[in-house]
């Protein structure tokens, strides 16, 4: 019997019918068995970042992420891009990562999704430097662009595009293999 991987999956969006999360939860739908994903949805209840909170007792909504990416084996990261970034409340989350070791040599999988021409490419360079600032293990083969996500997804967030199911496949067979 094949160990089992865990995976904190997080979407760097709070709208409620964010493309990227439609997309996150098709890729878990992809994912071989051997795969176990955790949905954290908690992004909007972390403080504003403050380096004076950010204690051994600080708060409890950060030290539930930190356990949950403790926990985890690997991460997924689906981001889209506001304002040419990453979106705030995810780059608030790294934020409250950088003063711990929890995302210390953790494979993650990182993918950008956008309607635009660009798959939020600014926010995907954003967002590595901000992984590898704080030494996440972002694999090899497990980066990905999409650009004009609205014609990949149908209303359901079903994939319709066998390019795109192929290349989250392939994301996911490296992220598989970066936590065995």
Partial sequence: MSKTINIIAISGSLRQK???TALMNAIIGLAPDS?????????????????DLDTDEGPESVLYLRNQLEAAD?????????????????????????????????????????????????AHASLLLTLNM????????????IPHINLKLNQEGAITNAELEQELKAVLKA??????
Wanted: charge should be negative.
């Fill in 18 to 20: 964010s493309s990227n």
């Fill in 134 to 145: 704080i030494n996440t293990n972002v694999v090899e083969g497990g980066k990905l662009i």
């Fill in 175 to 180: 992220l598989e293999e970066a936590c065995s």
């Fill in 74 to 122: 690997g991460v997924l990261i689906c981001t889209p891009e506001y304002g040419n970034g990453v979106p705030g409340v995810l780059k608030n989350a790294l934020d409250w990562l950088v003063s711990s070791t929890v995302m210390m040599n953790k494979p993650a999988a990182v993918i950008s999704a956008s309607p635009t021409p660009m798959g939020g490419d600014k």
């Fill in 35 to 51: 795969m176990k994903y955790t949905i954290y949805n908690g992004l909007g209840d972390l403080p504003h970042f403050n380096p």
